[in-house]
């Protein structure tokens, strides 16, 4: 991977760190209260009673959270970041925490009924090489939900969601959380890297047999659901 990137991802995940505490309310500002209500369409949409379920790249745990509530699921979760694992013990009851990144995922090929990807693939460092593993540990008629902010391919709103992420973002972060909320400037870059909307579409569909993108939040938010094999 070029250093360049490297350094980016670097930077990112010292400023994941230092909002831990803080990492779920923020989301919740963020979207407009609106974060848990699409993980929870998501989850309905994705995930059944039974499924052995991966969340990567799990942060507090927000996203298991919202899963053992809706179904009854066995949870594997994955994060870059022992903090975060520490913090999504706190929240889930039971599960396996496994420290992971999206590009080496230390699982065996066709582990997973469901893999779930909550406002946490904008953090790959490589979204190719992210995707392709999400594909590889999910069994044959696996599902895969990304639930995360959008980049919508209208270049009107993606320039709208850009200023916003950009500049109204760290602005009510540092209101709101003070000092620590001075990070959300760093975090910044994972929008400016992720992919349009069509663009994840693609991507997945290079990966996996099906796709399908819901836009929400007047295409701020997207529900991005693939499956492998039959489904």
């Known amino acids: 991977m070029k250093n360049g990137l ?4 670097s930077r990112v995940t010292s400023a994941l760190k230092s909002v831990t505490q803080i990492y779920d309310r923020a989301n919740r500002v963020i979207s407009l209260g609106n974060d848990v209500r699409l993980r929870r369409e998501g989850v309905r949409r994705t995930v059944v009673d039974g499924d052995l379920v991966l969340d990567a ?11 053992s509530k809706e179904r009854r699921c066995r949870l594997v979760l994955l994060d870059a970041l022992k903090p975060m694992l520490i913090e999504a013990k706190r929240r889930v009851e039971g599960g396996d925490y496994v420290v992971g990144v999206f590009e080496r995922m230390p699982f065996r090929s066709g582990t997973f009924d469901a893999i779930v990807c909550g406002f946490s693939l904008r953090d790959a460092i490589d979204y190719g090489e ?24 209208n270049p009107m709103l993606r320039a709208a969601l850009s200023i916003y992420w950009r500049f109204f973002v760290p602005f009510m972060m540092r209101a709101l959380f003070g000092r620590v909320g001075v990070s959300y400037s760093e975090l910044y870059r994972t929008y400016a890297r992720l992919p349009t909307n069509g663009e994840l579409k693609d991507l997945l569909e290079s990966k996996f047999e ?13 529900l991005a659901i693939a499956s492998k094999g039959r489904g």
């Not at 490297?6 to 991802?9: C, H, K």
């Not at 790249?57 to 899963?67: F, R």
């Not at 895969?144 to 959008?150: H, T």
Request: hydrophobic residues 45%; charged residues 20%.
């Open 130 to 153: 992210g995707v392709g593993e999400l594909s590889r540990v999910a069994r044959w008629g696996g599902r895969l939900l990304i639930v995360d902010i959008a980049k919508p391919d």
């Open 210 to 222: 099906k796709a399908w993108m819901l836009q929400r939040m007047l295409g701020g938010g997207v």
């Open 57 to 67: 790249g799990c942060g507090p745990g927000v996203m298991s959270d919202v899963l």
């Open 6 to 9: 490297l350094e980016s991802w």
